[in-house]
C-alpha cells in the first residue's frame, strides 16, 4: 500500500492539505502519515537534564496530536483510522525524512506565495525539502479548489528526461481521474523544434491511451512569462516537473520556471525524482 506522508505546520495552508489527503485516501485508497515538526526547545535547560526534555517533547506531541485532531474536526474531516497516523517530531524536518521515508512513499507539502527579498535571501522550505529529498513530491497552494487532479501538465525537456518509473507510480496512483495531458517544453531557438516535437510525440505513445493529450512548446525567454501567466488563470492543473541530477535551481530553465513556481506558491506542482 502506498503511504501519502502529508508535512504539516498548522498554518492557514493546512486545511487544504487535509481535505486533499483526505480526498486522496477514499478515491486512491492510500495509506496517510501526518507529519508534524514541532518548534526546537528554548535552551532554558542545561543539555544534560535529558529526562526534563524528554517531558517537555512528550507534552508537545500530545498538544500537537490535540491540534491535529481540531483540524480534522473543524474540517469535518474523517479519515480511515486504520490507515492514517500522526507523527510530531522534534528533530530536524529533511534528517527524519530521510530515515522515516519508504521507496513508495508520495510526500505532500504546501506552497506558500515568497516575497522576492525573503525568497533571495533565505529561500523556502519547499524547496530545500524538494532539493534534499529523492522522492515523488505532491506541492500545493492553499488556493487550490479541485484537490483531485483531472489535468496533468507534464514539463519536458529531452536534455533532461523524465523519471519513467516515477511518472508511471503517479499514474497508477491518481491516473483512472485523469482527463488531459498536456506535454510541455521550452526551446531556445527553432532549430530545437524538430527534436523537441519527436521527444514529445514519443512520451506521448508511451503514456497509451486513456487521455486526451495537447502538446505545447515553448520559444525563447518570454516563454516563462507565458506559462506563468497561463497558469495563473488554471489553478487547478497540476504541473508534473523532473527534479534535475543538480538542484532545481541551477540552469535557465530551472532557475526562471520551477524555482519560481515553487516560490510563487500558486501552481500545484509533482515533483518526479531523479531516476536510480
Given at each position: 500500500m502506498n503511504r501519502l506522508v502529508v508535512l504539516l505546520d498548522f498554518s492557514p495552508y493546512t486545511p487544504t492539505q487535509l481535505r486533499l489527503a483526505c480526498s486522496w485516501q477514499e478515491i486512491f485508497n492510500l495509506d496517510l502519515v501526518f507529519v508534524h515538526k514541532m518548534d526546537g526547545i528554548a535552551?532554558?535547560?542545561?543539555?544534560?537534564?535529558?529526562?526534563?526534555?524528554?517531558?517537555?517533547?512528550?507534552?508537545?506531541?500530545?498538544?500537537?496530536?490535540?491540534?491535529?485532531l481540531k483540524c480534522l474536526e473543524e474540517g469535518a474531516l474523517s479519515p480511515d483510522s486504520n490507515k492514517t497516523s500522526f507523527e510530531a517530531v522534534s528533530s530536524q524536518l529533511a534528517h527524519f525524512l530521510e530515515g522515516f521515508l519508504k521507496p513508495n512513499d508520495i510526500v505532500l507539502l504546501g506552497l506558500k506565495g515568497t516575497g522576492f527579498l525573503k525568497k533571495i535571501?533565505?529561500?523556502?522550505?519547499?524547496?530545500?525539502?524538494?532539493?534534499?529529498?529523492?522522492?515523488l513530491i505532491i506541492a500545493v497552494p492553499h488556493t487550490i479548489d479541485n484537490t483531485v487532479p483531472r489535468k496533468l501538465v507534464?514539463?519536458?525537456?529531452?536534455?533532461?528526461?523524465?523519471?519513467?518509473?516515477?511518472?508511471?507510480?503517479?499514474?497508477?496512483?491518481?491516473?483512472?481521474e485523469i482527463k488531459e495531458i498536456e506535454l510541455l517544453t521550452i526551446i531556445e531557438n527553432k532549430k530545437e523544434l524538430e527534436s523537441s516535437n519527436q521527444y514529445l510525440e514519443q512520451m506521448r505513445s508511451k503514456l497509451g491511451g486513456g487521455y486526451k493529450y495537447k502538446i505545447s512548446i515553448y520559444e525563447n525567454k518570454d516563454a516563462f512569462g507565458e506559462i506563468k501567466m497561463r497558469f495563473s488563470?488554471?489553478?487547478?492543473?497540476?504541473?508534473?516537473?523532473?527534479?534535475?541530477?543538480?538542484?532545481?535551481?541551477?540552469?535557465?530553465?530551472?532557475?526562471?520556471?520551477?524555482n519560481?513556481?515553487?516560490?510563487?506558491?500558486?501552481?500545484?506542482?509533482?515533483?518526479?525524482?531523479?531516476?536510480?
Open positions: 535552551p532554558t535547560l542545561p543539555i544534560s537534564n535529558k529526562k526534563e526534555i524528554n517531558e517537555i517533547i512528550e507534552f508537545n506531541k500530545k498538544e500537537s496530536n490535540t491540534k491535529f535571501l533565505i529561500g523556502s522550505t519547499a524547496t530545500t525539502l524538494i532539493n534534499h529529498l529523492n522522492h507534464l514539463s519536458c525537456q529531452e536534455k533532461h528526461p523524465v523519471n519513467e518509473t516515477a511518472l508511471d507510480a503517479i499514474l497508477k496512483t491518481v491516473g483512472k488563470k488554471c489553478l487547478d492543473d497540476f504541473i508534473v516537473l523532473q527534479k534535475g541530477s543538480r538542484n532545481l535551481d541551477d540552469k535557465l530553465f530551472r532557475r526562471f520556471f520551477i519560481d513556481l515553487i516560490h510563487d506558491g500558486n501552481t500545484p506542482l509533482i515533483i518526479l525524482p531523479t531516476p536510480d
